[in-house]
């Protein structure tokens, strides 16, 4: 379903700051809603520590960039001559790390003061939240969500019936924040709190690290505890920034070679892309149309007739497309084009292991781990890939199991817990196999009913189910997942670092890769 809240009181309030990270595909990539937090509250004003010298806000280049970025025959192309182009949009994919830090900072904060009052009280941080958020947030009525969507029909877009759900949600979301900011006040305000820094700035070296930006009750904060937290969201952003720099160098490259081509065959460039494209562009047929209509009609708004026009239009532009992309891969390979510039490396992530469904050998050389949502399609596409790799490396790969039930997968957290409770009974995988079967299915009297099927004491789940005994479990998952910047489903790591390419192929390459940096290869 499709969401209204523009902004998870989870990313404002108490959550690592790198859930902000903007998703790169998968499901969708809100996890399941836990109880809120302690918002930041104001703080007096701090010392001023010192911003490090020559360095860009943000912090989050990574290696120098080479001076030039790419060569094409006597040309170069310069890092200024790339960057000039995009400035304004890397300034703004790179302000999502200037504030993250400000608001790790005082996450941090609140999470020491909040694991202090929940330690004095003799209850679980869940159920202190439960006690002075959740509980002393009233919902809202129907009449408060008729009133928000009347003033903000135009905006929302749909009827009052379809968002229902998500006004109630939104609504309450924001009531819990008010609740928690105003417990993270008096939480502050009756500890020993004092914060050392009016901005939040990153290392300039590896002594910096060490600065102090807060103490809590006698606790440091440092600069490498908030280093550390964002290290999934500054890798998103490098990632982000390489990807616009890769597509302006790219169309750089291929202006070059144009001119470069146009020159020896003394024609001008349009001339030349009249002789490669245009002259080579063949009509668009009937046939054509109606098989690219069959074969996308889910996706398609409207009869054949009515699109047909639109659709000949963007086959059209397709086929223009691939005639360019062709004469650039030809004028490339012919000039021989040297790149310098390189993918940001991904981070490796220390991800616990312990009590979790796991397959292979426990001193296997490498580890796959697999954050995973039971109400997730692609999850359900992805995990007999990993089984069969399992299966295929055998004692060189061990594959363990996090859950990370998404929140608009409404049955996915109650999923998760009843895999551990089949788990309990040593038959998770014939269990998660069935979830994964029937995703449509996964209600609790369905939950049940597959424990039958698989050879369960029905007696010791059921009350392990409706106990809800694995919860906690559960969102020690979700946070571990937080941690290391998961958001989306299935996110695979391997060895601690995460793969983008979930196929059984780019899989296969990251184990491989992995097991040759063991010297196992």
Not at 172 to 179: A, C, G, I, L, V
Not at 202 to 218: L, Q, S, W, Y
Not at 391 to 411: G, I, M
């Amino acid at each position: 379903m499709r969401r209204i809240v523009t902004l998870t009181f989870a990313a404002l309030i108490f959550v690592p700051a790198s859930l902000a990270q903007s998703p790169r595909g998968g499901s969708a990539t809100r996890p399941a809603p836990q109880p809120p937090a302690p918002a930041r509250p104001a703080t007096n004003s701090p010392p001023v520590i010192a911003a490090p010298a020559k360095l860009d806000p943000c912090g989050c280049e990574g290696e120098p960039l080479p001076e030039v970025l790419a060569v094409v025959g006597a040309t170069k192309i310069g890092r200024a001559e790339v960057d000039d182009a995009l400035r304004s949009q890397i300034d703004a994919i790179q302000k999502q790390v200037i504030g993250a830090r400000r608001m790790e900072l005082d996450l941090q904060v609140n999470s020491i003061l909040l694991e202090a009052e929940a330690k004095k009280r003799g209850v679980t941080t869940m159920t202190l939240l439960d006690q002075e958020i959740v509980a002393k947030t009233p919902l809202p009525s129907e009449s408060e969500m008729l009133v928000f969507y009347n003033e903000n029909k135009a905006r929302i877009g749909a009827d009052y019936a379809k968002v229902k759900d998500d006004l109630a949600e939104y609504l309450r979301t924001e009531r819990q924040q008010d609740t928690a900011a105003k417990f993270a006040q008096q939480l502050r305000a009756a500890s020993a709190v004092t914060v050392n820094a009016a901005e939040v700035t990153p290392p300039a070296t590896a002594a910096e690290r060490a600065r102090v930006f807060a103490t809590v009750n006698g606790r440091q904060i440092t600069s490498a505890m908030i280093e550390d937290s964002l290290r999934p969201l500054v890798h998103s952003v490098q990632q982000q920034v390489f990807n616009l720099r890769k597509g302006q160098l790219d169309l750089r490259i291929n202006d070059v070679l144009l001119e470069q081509e146009s020159r020896k065959r003394q024609i001008t460039t349009r001339a030349l892309l009249d002789a490669e494209v245009n002259a080579k562009k063949t009509a668009v047929t009937d046939a054509e149309v109606l098989a690219f209509y069959n074969g996308n009609k889910e996706r398609i708004n409207g009869t054949f007739e009515q699109v047909k026009p639109q659709l000949v239009e963007y086959l059209a532009e397709q086929q223009s497309r691939k005639l360019q992309a062709a004469l650039a891969d030809r004028l490339r390979a012919a000039a021989g084009v040297q790149v310098f510039l390189r993918e940001p490396v991904a981070p490796v992530y220390e991800i616990a292991t312990d009590d979790q469904p796991a397959k292979g050998a426990a001193t296997a050389p490498v580890t796959i781990i697999e954050f995973t949502d039971f109400q997730c399609p692609s999850c359900a596409l992805a995990h007999p890939v990993l089984e069969r790799l399992v299966a295929e490396y055998a004692d060189r790969v061990r594959f363990v199991v996090r859950d990370y039930p998404l929140a608009q997968h409404t049955n996915a957290f109650k999923a998760a817990e009843a895999a551990e409770a089949a788990r309990a009974q040593g038959k998770y995988w014939e269990y998660a196999a069935l979830l994964f079967s029937n995703q449509s299915a996964l209600e609790v009297p369905q939950l049940k009913e597959y424990a039958t099927r698989v050879g369960l004491d029905r007696q010791k789940f059921d009350a392990m189910l409706d106990s809800n005994q694995f919860a906690d479990k559960v969102r020690r998952d979700l946070n571990d997942g937080l941690r290391v910047g998961v958001n989306s489903t299935p996110s695979v790591f391997v060895n601690g670092r995460r793969v983008s390419n979930v196929s059984y192929d780019g899989l296969k390459a990251s184990i491989d890769a992995a097991l040759k940096a063991k010297g196992r290869g």
